[in-house]
């Protein structure tokens, strides 16, 4: 029976809008290794319950696990009693956290409890560094994950069962390459910081803040993110001199609307930088001049209480719909940020230009599934699309603290696969790597605004083509 309720709900979620339930291929390995033979590091999952709820029995949100590689006992908090007593009460609702009573998570503004979109702990991915200077003990490189938004109680019911909604359903491992490596020959600027990536799954880009009881869903991704940063802030990162907060699509998005937040964590002498990654969410028209992004955003601002944490310089002069747009935000964010993106971006093809609902008789079809089977109509379509990307970045590229790498290609994420990051054969830009100019920009070795030539004119770009039913 259980099986058969899986199944149905993995059915609606496929029909659901904005789902990231692809099947896809790519011309090239997800994750390139270069010709060293050299393996990908292995990182294990790191937890954090929650943050201490102020006055709420039963009084606990904290532990963590210490099996994450090259993790010390002695980074654990002292309070062993509490890690104990937390564990067992893990253990005893581990198989029905929906029925754990979560009373504790209140209402009040002091209480900081964290949960995915079920009452599951969270969690993030850390690889510290111990054995290096002190100056590389200073430089924290954070990585916030993507994996799309729900943006209703059916899409959000789901998500809870997948790793993007729970913690139960999240690999123990994680590759961390491209912008993660730990090797100087695919991440020459950044393989000897410490390295984290913060888990995805409250499914409104950090953003959220708000509980459907009747669902059983906990919308707290803003409490999630003032969580993670409380930690990482006392595992060391509060000593930071340099720090780069970073993320891809969902991630991304996460990352322009965080990126002031976070430099206001650190006392002004550290050089503290942002990098969205596929994170440029455009306010376009689809192919049947409907709002199917608008749409969706504005159903994921109402539902899980975005609106109450969105960037109050924006909100003052534009609906809260609008300033979930990061064209709406770039332009006034202080912090020095970063925007890497392809101006041909495959998700916003696939879920926003040419979903289904704007394509019932599936003319856009085999487009979607290849670039290289787009008519002349559908190019034109979609050059107009790049015309709008470069438009929304136009003022932000402006200012000499930004930077920007707009590739013409097919493509989504570009930081984390190594293959585009830093490898023998990645999409260059003025015979420039990505990993290169985003090294250049960070250190201030000179100012980086790249961006292409219209399709097809770019023979560098690594296109990403899909293979089955979409």
Known sequence: MGFLWASLLLLLARWGEGSELWNVSELEA????????????????TTIQSAVAKGAAPGFCITYESSMLGWEPTWLPPSSWLRIWSKQLDHQFRGDLQNLEIDLISEDASVKCTLCIISAVFHFFHYPIFNLNATDRERFNLLTQGGGWCND???CVYRKMSHHGSSYHMESQMQFTGILSDKPNENP???NWNRVKIRYC????FMGEGYNKAAGLYFRGQRIWLAAMEELMSLGM????????????????????HCDEFRELFPGYTRVKCLADAGMFLDVADVAGGETMRSYFRSVVKLQGVWRNLPRTCTARMDA??????ENIVSNIQTPLFVLNAAYDVWQLQQSLAPKT????????ECKMNHANCNGYQMQFLQGFRNRMINAVRDFSGSGKNGLFLNSCFAHCQSERQDTWYASNSPLLGHKRIAT???????????VIAVDCSYPCDNTCHHIVFRGSI
């Open 238 to 257: 509060r000593h930071a001199s340099q720090a780069l907060l970073s993320g891809c699509s969902a991630g991304g998005l996460a990352t322009i609307l």
């Open 30 to 45: 997800a994750n390139y290794v270069i010709s060293s033979g050299s393996s990908p590091l292995l990182v294990g999952l």
């Open 358 to 365: 704007a394509d019932p008789n599936g003319y856009w079809r």
């Open 321 to 326: 719909i609008s300033c979930f747009f990061p």
């Open 153 to 155: 109680i059916r899409s």
């Open 189 to 191: 600027d950044f393989y």
């Open 437 to 447: 100019d985003v090294g250049d920009w960070f250190f201030e070795r000179g100012q």
């Open 202 to 205: 409250d499914g409104a880009s």
